[in-house]
């Protein structure tokens, strides 16, 4: 049996740290994208809640609270929480029957007031029947990624409770595309800053069942959404909506194909918009929208000002997209379209693509000169959490990183991170083979490679940096490194 421990000094009251430990959405927010796990169920309690996870190949994680090893912050002597006797803690261990006698796994959460400067050491002892070398290779990744995320989620919810919007307190808010890689992030992050999240979807029995299957879990809630008719009583208790539901653009852009994708999206966004508009409770419409746009050939920097490309298919169709909203604008709701670049989290298409590209030395899409307008997805879930609270944001609102580059040098800090192992650091950018556009043509027609994956999209996130809005991860290589676990923790001991 082996033993290790990561710590991290966190600059936030024990109080808030552990809170937000305790708060739904903290399970989802702690995943690496790149161990390729899906979250099941989520505790409802740190004493004795049970979280289920399905990893690769389809095994199922249960990860079981132990109430004996469960050691809650109490009210000190100035009313702050802390423990006095020792840190507080809570503790999981794997009740999957064969996997836990097998792997013996235990993690210990615990948490030690730093004192007079108001911070929090967090140490993670785990332990396994797995050798320590082994234990360590397999942890310092995820754990890394663990530590950067609560720092960065931690500072966010700070930032938040600056905004204006927050002081009205906890939200009910509905969401679309909720179980897609941006919905599922932006949930989580909805809850843990303390509001009311509502999952929107066509079919949600199933999700029902699998995200309630077990007992000592947290509860979600889904509600039935039809786009095309959706219910009147629909939005009655919520009061901001997320619509991000829209079939994938990415595909050869045959008439079927682009069909689907502006019929998934300019009228379900105009129906909802309706009823958001009708619905009186409701204040705030937030739309997701995209770069595209601006057409794929905006080599000069645009910005929010910018008119739509009408010679561009997607341009044409995400015009119509935006102007779907219109209802809700002329019901005096605050509006927003997120017009998103391109998202980078580990685990999605794009990303793992990408990568594997990179890994087997393929370099730029054609010239690569062209601009590649990337958003890291903290930066993305932030800038939807700062459109629903905020009141000075409104309109269309670029999502895309400062530190824009093109693709030539997108695909070289790809390979310097994630590239092929066996080639050195610093050789792996150098070494890459250029990809034709012939490729792109091959598997996405001339019209789609040329607005998809050969675009020239130098889009800046003016409206975003005139606030003064902070991002996470501006600079590429510090987004990839996070999203890939390239960023190891430290084990303290083993």
Not at 431 to 452: N, S, T, Y
Not at 477 to 484: F, N
Request: with cysteine; proline share 6%; hydrophobic share 40%.
């Amino acid at each position: 049996m082996s033993e290790t421990v990561f710590e991290q000094t966190l600059d936030h009251p024990i109080e808030q740290v552990w809170g937000v430990h305790a708060t739904p959405g903290i399970v989802t927010r702690l995943t690496p994208g790149f161990t390729r796990v899906r979250l099941l169920q989520e505790a409802g309690n740190l004493k004795s809640g049970l979280t289920r996870m399905r990893f690769p190949g389809g095994v199922v994680w249960e990860g079981k609270h132990d109430p004996g090893f469960y050691r809650p912050l109490v009210a000190a002597s100035d009313g702050r929480l802390a423990h006095v006797d020792s840190p507080a803690q809570f503790s999981d261990v794997c009740a999957t029957p064969g996997v836990g006698s097998t792997f013996g796994w235990r993690h210990v959460h615990s948490f030690q007031d730093v004192g007079a400067g108001g911070g929090t050491i967090l140490r993670d002892r785990i332990t396994t029947n797995a050798p320590s070398f082994v234990a360590d290779q397999l942890l310092k990744g995820v754990f890394g990624y663990r530590q950067t995320q609560l720092a960065g989620d931690l500072k966010h919810l700070q930032q938040a409770r600056g905004w204006a919007g927050e002081s009205t307190g906890e939200m009910t808010i509905a969401v679309t595309g909720a179980t897609g890689a941006v919905g599922t992030q932006l949930c989580a992050l909805l809850q843990l800053a303390g509001h009311r999240v509502i999952r929107l979807s066509r079919n949600p029995q199933p999700l029902i069942d699998e995200a309630n299957a077990r007992p000592g879990g947290a509860a979600v809630h889904y509600r039935r959404w039809d786009p095309d008719h959706p219910a009147e009583d629909l939005l009655a208790d919520v009061d901001a909506v997320v619509h991000l539901a829209g079939s994938s653009i990415a595909g050869r852009f045959t008439d079927e194909h682009l069909a689907k994708v502006a019929g998934s999206r300019i009228e379900p966004t105009r129906k909802l918009s309706e009823l958001a508009a009708r619905t009186d409770r409701v204040h705030t419409f937030v739309s997701a929208s995209a770069v595209g746009f601006y057409g794929p050939d905006a080599s000069e920097p645009v910005d929010e000002s910018a008119p739509a490309d009408e010679s561009s298919t997607l341009g044409r169709i995400v015009r119509d997209w935006e102007a779907a909203t219109e209802p809700a604008v002329a019901a005096g709701l605050r509006v927003v379209q997120v017009r998103t670049g391109l998202v980078m989290a580990a685990g999605t298409a794009l990303l793992d693509l990408l990568t594997a590209q990179a890994k087997l030395g393929g370099g730029a899409l054609g010239s690569g000169q062209q601009f590649f307008p990337w958003i890291a997805m903290n930066d993305l879930v932030d800038i939807y959490h700062r459109a629903l609270t905020d009141p000075m944001l409104h309109g269309p609102v670029n999502a895309v990183a400062p530190g824009i580059v093109r693709n030539q040098e997108f695909m070289a800090t790809l390979a310097e991170v994630g590239g092929n192992p066996l080639i050195p650091r610093g050789l792996r950018g150098k070494l890459q083979v250029p990809v034709p556009a012939a490729g792109p043509r091959l598997l996405l027609g001339e019209d789609g490679a040329a607005e998809l994956a050969l675009a020239d999209q130098n889009v800046r996130p003016t409206v975003l940096t005139d606030m003064g809005h902070e991002f996470r991860t501006p600079e590429l290589a510090d987004a990839l490194r996070h999203e890939l676990g390239k960023n190891p923790a430290r084990a303290l001991q083993s």
